[in-house]
């Protein structure tokens, strides 16, 4: 008898445990299956999540409603940002036949006028000042080579030359996507490294004109961070920011990249909601970071007042493990906290470094952060980052990591250091 009552028992718990999620039950721990349903709901049901456009308000709203059942008091922090959209990018090689040319919009080109701009194509090298000697390029297109310089450079030094356009074409097989990080002063597209070898060889043995026409809107337009704030109870000046982006790239429903890091992040902010914390967190749901961490650095210029440490997770739902880190050649000193958590957890996590995201706008405002990451699937910035691209335990392993971590930081020590460095080697993952 005493065995049949164990077993009921457990019966009777496995299904609380099943059931406590979906139906909103405060629960002490993360699980994968809630923040999964934020997945579901964010890339499934509201798809690709473009900063400034109607469906990043909508997940907006979705995010902030979460944040309000659970008992935060939640804001939007607007921001302006540079609004780019390619519409058509058009490239001829005139000819008879003429010939057309797979190109893509660098991010923040300005558009051709309608009609396109039709001129000799200029092979320039890489694209850097000395590579311009003695070629005519006023009134032409450039032609570049990718490397040595950011696109952006190439475009500058093309326009004080004159160019009326840029072509670079890659330096591996295929096209890269890039960006010119702000505005551009004239246009500027990518074809692949094939298509370049063939136009710099036409270049050389005579004349080769090409057409160029570039559709784009550039506009400034507003965007919003979500921010969801429960105060300290020790040390209300004292801010932990947990972020993460929920824009994405267009026609990409971004599951991975990145509904995977806020979903984390609500989840956590779920399980703590009832848990007394010493100092403030403040979950933040970033918007602009696809075309350049614009949600993250307004956030962080305006508000970094009181932040003693920024987590980030981008991309934390695919991949073979884990990681943690902060920016190359960044304070990581708060990295070694996250080790030590893991390790207590029985979370297996490797150590590494990378920038690319949102953490690197609070870096630049001298905040020490810890970014979790998990791998670039196959899936990145394509339509096929669906949810199915990722997987709830892994969710759940970056949530019970994020809880522990936050609750770790956010414990007020009698040492001035907030953030106690591990003693000796074994810190290092
Ligand atoms: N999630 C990516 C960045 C990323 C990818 C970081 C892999 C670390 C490893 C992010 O959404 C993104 O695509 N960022 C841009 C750069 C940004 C500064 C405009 C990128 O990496 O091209
Ligand atoms: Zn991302």
Known sequence: MRHAGHRLWTVVLAIALAVAPAIGWAQSTPSGAPAFAHVQHLAGVIGPRVAGTPAERQAAEYMAAQFRQYGYAVEFHTFQFPFFEARQVQLQIAGAPPRAIQAEALLLTPATPPAGIEADVVFVGLGRPEDFEGRRVAGAIALAERGAL????????????????????????????????????????????????????????????????????NETRSAVNVVATRRGTARPNEVIVIGGHFDSVPRSPGANDNASGVATLIEAARVLAAVPLARTVQFVPFSGEELGLFGSSAFAAERRQGVIVMINLDMVGW???????????????????????????????????????????????????????????????????????????????????????????????????????????????
């Open 319 to 429: 991949g073979e493990r884990l990681m943690v880190g902060a920016s190359p050649n960044r304070d990581d000193s708060a990295v070694d906290t996250a080790l030590q958590v893991a390790r207590r957890l029985g979370i297996e996590v490797s150590r590494f470094r990378a920038g690319g995201s949102d953490h690197v706008s609070f870096e630049r405002q001298g905040i020490p952060t810890v970014f979790f990451h998990r791998g670039v699937d196959p899936s990145y910035h394509r339509p096929t980052d669906v949810p199915a691209n990722v997987d709830p335990r892994h969710l759940e392993e970056a949530a019970r990591l994020l809880v522990a971590l936050i609750q770790e930081l956010s414990q007020v020590r009698s040492s001035a250091a907030p953030v106690p460095a591990a003693p000796g080697p074994a810190s290092r993952g």
């Open 150 to 217: 950011t696109f952006r450079e190439k475009m500058t030094n093309a326009a004080a030359r004159g160019a009326a356009a840029l072509i670079v074409f890659n330096n591996q097989p295929g096209i890269v996507p890039g960006t010119l990080q702000q505005r551009g002063e004239i246009p500027a597209v990518i074809v692949s490294q094939d298509d370049g070898r063939h136009l710099v060889e036409a270049a050389a043995s005579g004349t080769v004109r090409a057409r160029l026409v570039v559709d784009a809107v």
